[in-house]
């Protein structure tokens, strides 16, 4: 875990969970799987859990309660952005519920703080902030932490701040729990986000992040592996849904498909970015010009990552010089994705088609159509 973090999207990361295991292909060439199956390999909190293979280190399905680390958001007085488990997924299948409701306790006891958690497993994440008894478990886990805190050495030990913090925090939650107007669930400080690296993804997970209460509500959809529309999600046969814009839906009917407004909350924030590393897949550019449009349209928040190892022609100065000068890997890239080696053609611009370069992240940088995108939402709880 670090205080700060090169991610351009948050401040700092809290690796409370690591290890994980491949859910969808945007899980392919992880960072995070590599970097535990190498250079981090012995270390506690990544040891045992890759194993090798042709390709290199793959997660093995483990995953590690850093314990350890619990309390450490709590005793950062400086309020920040805070990344959770960027090296794991903190909703997978083998945290336990009894974990998650320290983790949340932490949250719930660290208000000076505003907490990223981004997940590729959607229902577990609605099925634990939904359930009937959650808050009363997150209580319950405070009211631990508070007691194996204690009160400090004095006033300005931060362990004791933290110890008060989480008594705080339970007490609150309780009169949220009595006099249910008061707004204190779901936490202020909690943004909960899913992965959507394409249509498939998203209508699988997005819908549950739209029923699954948050502060703030995002979608990082990188690496974009192909063309996502967030105003036409097919969340269950029958049932459209538009994720960007008053939470419009649509249900089949005999007579067609009829429509409602504010049948469910909306997307708050949107993050796009191509993929990195020697393995990398290339985004089409129309991609991410597409997504954009549509917050724009919708007025949601709109923060563009970087191009990635690849960059088409018309995007990065360094791209067109590259392929200008006949340098490095390039090809072809079509609208739905199909990639082309050439021998002796140019891309066919009018059927979608560009030229794209494998310049490297830092050349390609993350300019969209010229244009930096550094989009933060507005929390509306």
């Known amino acids: 875990m670090a205080e700060t973090s090169t991610i351009e999207w948050t401040d700092a990361t809290w690796q409370i969970v690591t290890g994980c295991s491949l859910e969808s292909p945007g899980c392919t060439n992880c960072y995070a799987m590599k970097l535990a199956g190498t250079r981090l390999q012995h270390h506690p909190s990544r040891e045992g859990l890759t194993v090798p293979s042709k390709a290199g280190p793959v997660w093995n399905g ?32 083998e945290v336990a519920d009894e974990v998650l409701d320290q983790v949340f306790a932490v949250m719930a006891a660290s208000p000076q703080h505003t907490f990223q958690v981004l997940t590729k497993r959607s229902a577990r994440a609605r099925a634990y902030l939904t359930a009937p008894d959650v808050v009363a478990r997150i209580i319950a886990a405070l009211e631990a932490l508070a007691e194996i805190i204690g ?33 204190l669930w779901p936490l202020k400080n909690l943004w909960l ?26 979608v990082s959809a ?5 063309p996502i529309s967030f105003f036409d999600l097919l969340s269950e046969p029958g049932r459209r849904v538009d994720a960007l814009r008053s939470g419009l839906a649509w249900l089949q009917t005999e007579e067609g498909w009829l429509g409602g407004a504010d049948c469910h909350p909306a997307l708050d924030w949107m993050i796009v970015g191509g993929e990195s590393g020697p393995n990398a897949r290339p985004m089409h550019p129309a991609w991410a010009r597409s997504i954009r449009d549509q917050c724009a349209a ?26 200008w000068q006949g340098r490095g890997d390039w090809m072809i890239l079509s609208a739905d994705g199909d990639l082309d080696i050439p021998d002796d053609r140019w891309p066919d611009e ?32």
């Open 193 to 218: 986000g899913v992965s959507a690296e394409d249509q498939r993804r998203a209508d699988e997970r997005v819908p549950d992040l739209l029923a699954t209460p948050a502060a703030v509500r995002f």
């Open 298 to 323: 919708a007025g949601v928040a709109f923060h563009f990552k970087q191009h990635g190892a690849w960059a088409a022609i018309d995007q990065s100065a360094g791209a067109d010089e590259a392929g």
């Open 151 to 183: 009160p400090g050495k004095n006033s300005r030990d931060p362990k004791g701040g933290a110890g008060w913090n989480a008594w705080a925090a339970a007490e609150n939650l309780k009169l949220g729990n009595v006099q249910s107007s008061w707004p």
């Open 62 to 93: 483990k995953v590690r309660f850093n314990e350890e680390w619990l309390l450490q958001p709590m005793l950062w007085t400086r309020g920040r952005n805070i990344f959770v488990a960027a090296h794991g997924d903190l909703f997978h299948p």
């Open 222 to 226: 990188e690496p974009l592996l192909g």
């Open 350 to 381: 009018a059927a979608g088609e560009v030229a794209v370069v494998r310049v490297g992240k830092k050349t390609a940088g993350r300019l969209l159509d010229g244009v930096e995108h550094n989009g933060m939402p507005e929390v509306r709880i």
